[in-house]
């Protein structure tokens, strides 16, 4: 199978949610029914546009990471509640991590199970970071230069929240060390630099592939699709051995939380970097809270 299939169809749907562009017109002269077109004046950076606008979105990501870090600090009590349920049932899978890999090993051949699992293999590639970041920056930045708008952000979103989980699992795979079941060590060994299990990088992207589409779409049954699909790729690293039940759980709500996060931050821009230029022609930057 052509692993890059998965990406290009997200980019199909990325590409159907590109708003219409509307050309401006004003009135045609009295005598010409012709509508004349109005071509937008040119901006005044010129062509240092890219390159403030480069560095506008180097401060977003700073602050979209520290945001993300620093969580623990604002969230309120209904959030540390909904903390505690996460972990809570991430602490209940872990009691029967070992048993859910075995019904999932134990029920290969069967025809629901293979057709759900057919699904999850053939979008796995899309948990792969390495491979879809190229796609989503090259579509970053043809949105940028072709004035999309929509498109840009939702790349732009989800190459931000990928990076900065990317970045926290990356410490925690290290620190946890848990063996993958494939190693057939247990799924209470823990070592040091060991082993890369904790938590699950395919399910934490593909659940934030699905966060950005699905807020986007803003429709129930497209939610519903992509959750669903989802949900078969978290079911494949489980039935493929890759992964422990508990370690897609905490992949997929971590995932599925930092991406909730960079959105509102994207949609409300509360709290805003911006590169500016002084009186005297100095550069430097611009901070903005809104409360």
Known sequence: MNRTVPIVAVLAVLALLIPTPVTAQTPAPIGDSTPQTRVAP????????????LAGSVADLARDLWM???APAWMSGQDWLLAAGVIGVGGLLYTVD????????????????????????????LGLMGKTNVWLAAGAVTSY????????????????????????????????????????????????NDGTSFPSGHASTIFQIATVLSYHADRLPASIALYGLAGTVAWQRIAD?????????????????????????????????TPATGPDGGYGIEVRVRF
Request: charged share 25%; no cysteine; net charge negative.
């Open 68 to 70: 993300t870090a620093s």
């Open 42 to 53: 040119p901006s005044p950076l010129g062509i240092q546009r890219p390159v403030h606008d």
């Open 241 to 273: 051995e890759q992964h422990w039940a508990s370690d897609v759980w905490l992949g997929a709500v971590s995932g599925w939380a930092i991406t909730r996060l960079v959105v509102r931050l994207h949609e409300e821009e509360a709290f805003t970097i």
């Open 145 to 192: 230069f072709a004035g999309w708008d929509r498109p840009k952000r939702m790349a732009t979103e989800l190459l931000y929240s990928q990076w900065i989980a990317g970045l926290f699992r990356a410490g925690t795979n290290r620190l946890v060390g848990r063996a993958r079941p494939h190693r057939e060590l247990g799924a209470r060994h823990f070592a040091f």
């Open 98 to 125: 070992e048993d859910i890999t075995r019904a999932a090993l134990r029920n290969e051949g069967e025809p629901v199970f293979d057709q759900v699992l057919d699904v999850g293999t053939f979008l796995e590639p």
